[in-house]
C-alpha cells in the first residue's frame, strides 16, 4: 500500500547518488524532471486510491468529489514539484552549502509544510460541500497521513544540514 511512498525517497536518494558521484553518464535536468513528474503523479495516484479505499461514497457523491479530489491533488503538485527541486538542489550541492543555503533549505521545507496545510484547510471546506462532514475529514485525514508517511520516508534519505 505505501510502496509508492516508498519509491519517492528512493528516487530522491538514487538522484542525490548519482548527482554526488558527478559520472558522466548523470542524468539531464530533463530526465530527471522526468522522473520527479512520474514519480508524484505515481504518489498521486496511489493516494487516490487509497482514499477510494478509505471512504465510501453514492454514486452522485463520487461524481461531485473525484473531480474536486482531482483539483485538489494539482494544487497539492505545485507544492510537492517544488520540494522536490529544492530537495534535488540541496542534494546537488550538500558538500558545499553555505550556513545561508542551509538556512534557505529549512526554509523553504517549513514554507511547504505550510502551503500543504493551508491546501488542505482550503480543500477541507470545499468537499464539504459535496460530501457529508464526517468523510470530507476523512480525506483529509487519510491525505495528512499519507503526506506525513512520505515526508518521514523522505527525512530518513537526506542527510541533515551541517
Request: glycine share 2%.
Amino acid at each position: 500500500m505505501f510502496k509508492p511512498l516508498a519509491l519517492t525517497a528512493v528516487a530522491i536518494a538514487v538522484f542525490a547518488s548519482a548527482s554526488a558521484a558527478d559520472a558522466p553518464a548523470s542524468p539531464t535536468q530533463a530526465e530527471t524532471d522526468k522522473v520527479m513528474a512520474q514519480f508524484r503523479d505515481d504518489l498521486q495516484a496511489a493516494r487516490a486510491d487509497i482514499i477510494a479505499k478509505g471512504i465510501t461514497l453514492s454514486s452522485e457523491q463520487a461524481a461531485k468529489f473525484w473531480p474536486l479530489f482531482q483539483q485538489f491533488q494539482d494544487e497539492q503538485n505545485v507544492t510537492i514539484d517544488a520540494q522536490l527541486k529544492a530537495t534535488q538542489k540541496y542534494a546537488d550541492s550538500i558538500d558545499k552549502l553555505t550556513d545561508a543555503d542551509s538556512l534557505a533549505y529549512v526554509t523553504a521545507l517549513l514554507e511547504r509544510d505550510q502551503k500543504i496545510h493551508d491546501t488542505r484547510v482550503k480543500w477541507l471546506k470545499k468537499f464539504q460541500t459535496v460530501l457529508p462532514m464526517g468523510t470530507a475529514a476523512r480525506v483529509i485525514q487519510i491525505d495528512r497521513r499519507l503526506g506525513n508517511v512520505a515526508q518521514i520516508k523522505l527525512a530518513q534519505k537526506i542527510p541533515l544540514v551541517h
